[in-house]
């Protein structure tokens, strides 16, 4: 049950109207998680300069949907995992290795070390040791790209912890993340 009401996109105005419209241009609507979080415009217009920056960075679309599938199922986010599944398949995630991510694991061996590292900032709330930053680096990714990394993680935390506390009405193919939890 939503415990944040969803705003009506049509109801608002100000600053939270500007977003909204942008979010709809861009998307061709705007997802429960937006219309929920449009409740505070600082909150989302921050989540939306973080995503629209990341979006500009070296890890490349699959991976980063990768991460957040992987980051949704350490945190057991059914609404970002039914949403990043979404995602993943149209940056061309095949259905097997979704699975496989929400388990924070994949049959590639260098985003097996990503994924790997990504649910240990989640399980160790971002203490990692050297051994965890060398097992990344060792993979072949450079400092630039464990940077995005911790802030990609970092993002979809926010919105893993806004969907459990909001309560976040599930508006994409339903993914449950509840095998991998078990």
């Given at each position: ?9 049509t ?42 920056a ?22 057991t ?17 095949p ?76 508006d ?11």
């Open positions: 049950m939503q415990r944040i009401a969803k705003l009506d996109p109801s608002v105005s100000g600053a939270t109207k500007d977003l909204l419209q942008a979010v709809k241009a861009q998307m061709g609507g705007v997802p429960y998680l937006i219309a929920t979080m449009a409740h505070s415009p600082a909150a989302l217009g921050g989540y939306l300069g973080l995503s629209g990341l979006a500009g960075g070296v890890l490349p679309p699959k991976l980063r949907e990768q991460i957040a599938i992987a980051v949704a199922g350490a945190n986010c059914d609404y970002c995992a039914s949403a990043h599944s979404l995602l993943g398949k149209k940056a061309g995630v259905h097997d290795e979704i699975e496989r991510n929400l388990a924070g694991t994949s049959s590639d061996t260098k985003t097996a070390a990503a994924l790997a590292f990504v649910v240990k900032i989640v399980h160790e709330r971002g203490r990692l040791d050297s051994e965890d930053l060398g097992a990344v680096r060792d993979a072949g990714f450079s400092d630039e790209e464990v940077v995005e990394m911790v802030a990609h993680a970092a993002m979809n935390i926010f919105t893993n912890y806004f969907n459990h506390i909001a309560g976040t009405e599930i994409f193919p339903l993914v449950t993340t509840a095998r991998v939890a078990a």
